[in-house]
């Protein structure tokens, strides 16, 4: 599998910014704004680098998920109030 990185990938950045906004689907939080993109499937678990995989993302809540799945991501953060809940396409589990 190729590396995300170059013009392939700040396109889709871009693109998923401008499609679902600033908001980092992680956290909840759109300020700061979401700078990156994020693999709902992570890539490592055979997701694609297609729009409808990616949502924004804080770059230090992306760094933080890693290539847990959503399921596994929210799970870690069980106790912590959530800014805003996730979308049952974010919770599908993924491995």
């Known amino acids: ?25 992680l956290c909840g939080k759109a300020t700061p ?21 990616l949502r924004p993302a804080h770059q230090s809540c ?5 290539n847990k799945s959503m399921t596994q991501w929210w799970a870690s953060k069980r106790g912590r109030a959530l800014v805003a809940p996730p979308s049952r396409d974010w919770l599908q589990d993924n491995g």
């Open 1 to 25: 599998m190729a590396g995300w990185g170059g013009r392939a990938a700040a396109g889709l950045t871009e693109m998923t910014i401008a499609t679902y906004g600033v908001r980092c689907h």
């Open 33 to 53: 704004p979401a700078t990156t993109a994020d693999h709902i499937i992570p890539r490592s678990r055979g997701g694609a680098d297609t729009l409808s995989n």
């Open 62 to 66: 992306n760094s933080a998920r890693g």
